[in-house]
């Protein structure tokens, strides 16, 4: 059971939100007195949609070109072994919000869980929930009741009513954040009424930095939470027609070859680049810490993740595997790499953390603080980490032709260098060693029982911590054939 919203009510009666609610609701929370006011670190979390791990140039691409992104890694630490929570948005952003699993608030996909034709499903997925529920004390609502100013402009993608919106969800600042899951258009008038339209013609991508700088300049006095997520690179795919034009002709680096997509990464690398830039014009580079991460792997067909498996959707490597940044002057060390592997419920414990916020034991958070790993201090003991998409997301014939399913129900370990999927149609388990195999390549499950029984046992009792639901029902319309 969560230490909810819901609890704090019950505890301390039924009172509206704003301040008074907030007193009750982090009544358990201490602080660390250690830490003043104006001591407490700015922290900018940039996180781009459907960036996949190697479309930046210092992850290894050719093709795209991202020079303030590169620069912002070599003034930290480049994290390769960093995954989302799932292989597409919501997920991902109700994990980062709620600082749990899938399985403890419901979200386990985009819309609805019965993706493609009923006759090639064998199973009934799961139910699953769209919003995060307004009851889960978010990220956002602990971080501004340290002190911090809290803004987000980009992609919400969690709920806009009852409660679940960004200003209900601990945001003082909210451009754009609604429960839509894409733009209409990259080009203004924008068609979406939670977002004021610009000139006609702005780019999406460019107001929602605009509007990050604003916010980062209004802030600029006290502490800030900026949650800064890009509508970008998600389709539809339209770039701005002159960085697409640089972009024509140029040699394709391997299977990443779209210029038009190109030119849509370009467009968020400048976007880092004049905000890092507001940073050093405004004196704040010193005490601000960047975290630079993406929701999920690149959408296969438009652009390409190899060596890894797979793409958007996937729970192979390139579903979930993510770039990952981590720039904090004086306490990360410039240019260094860390391989131990972290996933995006460890944000929520590592940022309150940086705030100086003791959490209360009955707050439950799934992911571990690594700020270990970012200053090197102290020990960080390793542990398994875990998805779960008891769903099934079909194949789209336009970008990834042949295929029925990007996915079918799986639940997936990683602990070391080994990672073991079970597809729950049929049970099979697929073993890898990605220290070996990076493009799991050479399933070990038969040549290793006893390496994969070993990792089942941590997979189920970890489905069963979580509560985690299985598919078990067969669908009636299935047809093998």
């Not at 991460?293 to 595997?321: A, C, H, Q």
Request: aromatic letters at 12%; one cysteine or more.
């Amino acid at each position: 059971m969560y230490l909810g919203k819901s609890d704090y009510i019950k505890t301390f009666g039924k009172i509206s939100l704003g301040v008074s609610f907030a007193a009750s609701c982090f009544s358990g929370y201490s602080f660390d007195t250690n830490l003043s006011h104006n001591e407490k670190p700015n922290i900018i979390f940039i996180m781009v949609d459907d960036l996949g791990w190697k479309d930046v140039g210092f992850m290894g691409s050719n093709y795209y070109e991202t020079p303030n992104i590169d620069k912002l890694s070599s003034q930290g630490m480049i994290f390769t072994n960093a995954y989302a929570n799932a292989p597409n948005c919501a997920p991902t952003r109700a994990c980062l919000m709620s600082g749990q699993y899938s399985p403890r608030h419901g979200v386990y996909t985009v819309n609805n869980p019965d993706r493609g034709k009923s006759i090639n499903r064998k199973l009934i997925p799961i139910p699953n929930k769209t919003i995060l529920d307004s009851g889960f004390v978010t990220l956002a609502e602990t971080i501004r009741f340290a002190g911090y100013r809290t803004g987000m402009m980009g992609k919400w993608h969690l709920g806009e009513e009852n409660g679940t919106s960004p200003e209900e969800q601990g945001f003082d600042v909210n451009i754009g954040g609604c429960h839509q899951g894409h733009p209409v258009t990259y080009f203004s008038p924008y068609k979406n009424k939670f977002f004021e339209d610009g000139p006609e013609g702005e780019y999406l991508t460019d107001r929602i930095t605009d509007e990050a700088i604003k916010f980062i300049e209004e802030s600029k006095n006290d502490p800030f939470f900026l949650y800064l997520p890009y509508h970008a690179v998600h389709t539809p795919i339209q770039p701005k027609p002159e960085v697409k034009k640089k972009y024509d002709g140029k040699p394709a680096d391997g299977k990443q070859n779209n210029p038009a997509y190109a030119a849509m990464v370009e467009t968020v690398d400048a976007g880092v680049g004049k905000i890092m830039n507001k940073l050093d014009e405004l004196k704040l580079t010193g005490n601000t810490i960047v975290i630079f991460f993406s929701d999920n792997g690149g959408v296969g067909g438009i652009t390409d993740m190899s060596p890894l498996r797979g793409s958007k959707g996937m729970l192979y490597e390139g579903g979930i595997r993510e770039p990952m940044i981590v720039r904090w002057p004086g306490k990360v060390s410039p240019g260094i790499h860390c391989d131990i592997p972290v996933i995006g419920v460890d944000f929520y414990p590592t940022f309150i953390k940086i705030a100086g916020i003791r959490k209360p034991s009955g707050l439950i958070l799934d992911g571990k603080n690594i700020v270990p790993l970012f200053t090197g201090k102290n020990k960080f003991k390793k542990r398994e980490i875990f998805w779960h998409f008891p769903a099934y997301l079909q194949a789209t014939k336009r970008y990834l032709p042949g295929l029925i399913w990007r996915t079918t129900p799986v639940s997936v370990i990683r602990k070391g260098d080994w990672k073991l999927l079970e597809f729950f149609e049929d049970g099979h388990l697929e073993l890898y060693n990605l220290e070996e195999d990076i493009g799991e390549t050479n399933n070990l499950a038969a040549q290793m029982p006893g390496k994969a029984k070993n990792l089942h046992k941590k997979l189920l009792k970890w489905r069963e911590k979580v509560n985690a639901p299985v598919p078990n029902e067969l669908n009636p319309e299935y047809d093998p054939e």
